[in-house]
Each structure stands twice: as C-alpha cells, then as structure tokens.
C-alpha cells in the first residue's frame, strides 16, 4: 500500500495472528510478497525505504557496539615494568620514557655488550697464549659459553635468546660467566707479574750471587761476584730460546696458574 513516499507492508502471518485467522469474505487470494533482493526499491527515480527497515538499520550500530569485544590493553607498559623489575630499578621510571625508544636503546646496549664481551675473552684467551698457560677453556658436552666458542654476534644472540641450543648456558649465566671468567683473568694476571717478577729478581739478587761464591778476601770476592753474574745470566738465558723473556713467562705462568685456581 502507498502512502506519499512510503510503503507500508503488512504481513500475512502477523494479520493472521492478531485478526485470528480471519479469511476475506471476497475471496480474494493472497499475493506472496516479493523476495528481498537487498537493494532499495525505486519509485519514480528515487529510493524508497520502509519505515520499519529503517527503524532496524538504525538499531545495528548499537547492538553491534555492544557486542564487540572490550579492546584489550596495551602490553608495552607490562614489558616495560618486566625490564625495570629484572634490572632492579622501579618500574615507574621506564615509565616516562617512549617504549619504543627504550625497547631500542636496550637492543643497542645489549649487541655492544656481547661485541665487546666476546674481543675481552678472545683477548683473555690470547694472553693465555702467549704466557704459555696450561689453563686452556675447552668445550664440552654441556656449560658452554656461546661467548667463547661462537663466532658471530649475530649467532650468539640467538642462542642466547631466541633459539637455545643443547650444550650452551642460557643468556643470564653466558654473561655471568664471561665476566667472573675476566674479572678473575685481571687479577691472576697482575698477582702472576708481581711473582714472577719477584722471583726472577731473586734469581738475580746480590745475596743469591754471593751464595755461589767460595769463601775469599772481599777484593776477590768482588771479582768473583761479577764473574758469577754473568756466568748465571748466561746459564739462564741460553737455556731458553728468548733467553730472560722465556724465564719471565714462565715464572708467569706459574703463577698465574696458581692464582687462577683460587677464583
């Protein structure tokens, strides 16, 4: 039925059930209404809309508000707080910083750490080396450093935190590890030059060239003193290759294998 601009539709069933199924007297048959084709019927050029459709589309936006899910909060502030409470600080002052900006100073931080890390211990193990210790770091089945035995910074981060491999310490122990290892290297190696230091001049001391001399008048005695010297440099130097150097290391590495097992 028109009416103006709208159309008003009546439906069969509702008409049914409020008249209770009364039928017309004139016999008239029902037409069947015209299947809903999603598109606006048009009259005249113009779209037509139906009161009721239009009391529907206007109550969709409400109910598909309240039913869609309450966003669920931002995660950077609890990843912020996680790193503040494992570096021991309040959480509240990464707070104030760009969690972006912190994410990426902490990414920055943490590849110069292992860089400069990994050129210590290769340095530790180069000294090691030259001072002809026997205290070597093997890898083994399990416990090991992938500071010490892997190549790349690259690698060794991801072992470290994205892709833990079996035999490697995990990231925490990894970086505890390598400074205990050179925090005990640098005090070996300054208790290791002062012994061997002290014990190749002992070697060499007036008191310990005098305790190879006969007894004699001090005039002699004088002569002999340096004769002895000299023999005793020689004797000491020819027996190694870089003569009183070799001697020097060696009394280094001694000592520097002794205070190295008291860390």
Do not use: C
């Amino acid at each position: 039925m028109l009416i103006g601009r709208y159309v008003i539709v009546v439906s069969i069933d509702e008409e049914r059930a409020t008249a209770g199924h009364l039928q017309a007297s004139q016999n008239s048959t029902p037409r069947e209404m015209p299947v809903a084709t999603g598109r606006p019927l048009e009259f005249g050029g113009g779209a037509l809309f139906e009161p009721a459709q239009q009391r529907s589309a206007q109550r969709v936006p409400a109910s598909a508000s309240s039913a869609s899910p309450t966003p669920l909060p931002s995660t950077r502030d609890e990843v912020l707080r996680e790193i503040a409470i494992g570096a021991g600080i309040s959480p509240e002052l990464l707070q104030l910083r760009d969690p972006h900006e912190v994410a990426a100073e902490i990414g920055a931080v943490l590849r110069a750490v292992v860089e400069e890390l990994t050129l210590l211990l290769k340095a530790r193990a180069a000294a090691k080396t030259l001072a002809k210790s026997t205290q070597r770091t093997m890898i083994s089945a399990a416990d090991n450093n992938p500071l010490k035995f892997v190549p790349g910074t690259d690698d060794i981060l991801e072992i470290m935190f994205a892709r833990r491999r079996a035999g490697y310490l995990d990231a925490r122990r990894s970086i505890e590890d390598a400074f205990r290892d050179l925090k005990t290297h640098e005090f070996a190696t300054y208790a290791a030059m002062q012994a061997a230091l002290s014990r190749l001049l002992d070697d060499l001391s007036p008191e310990a060239i005098s305790r190879k001399l006969p007894p004699t008048s001090f005039t002699s005695k004088k002569s002999q003193a340096w004769d002895a010297y000299v023999a005793t440099w020689r004797t000491m130097e020819e027996a190694h290759e870089n003569g009183m150097l070799d001697i020097f290391l060696a009394y280094f590495s001694e000592a520097y294998a002794k205070a190295d097992k008291q860390k």
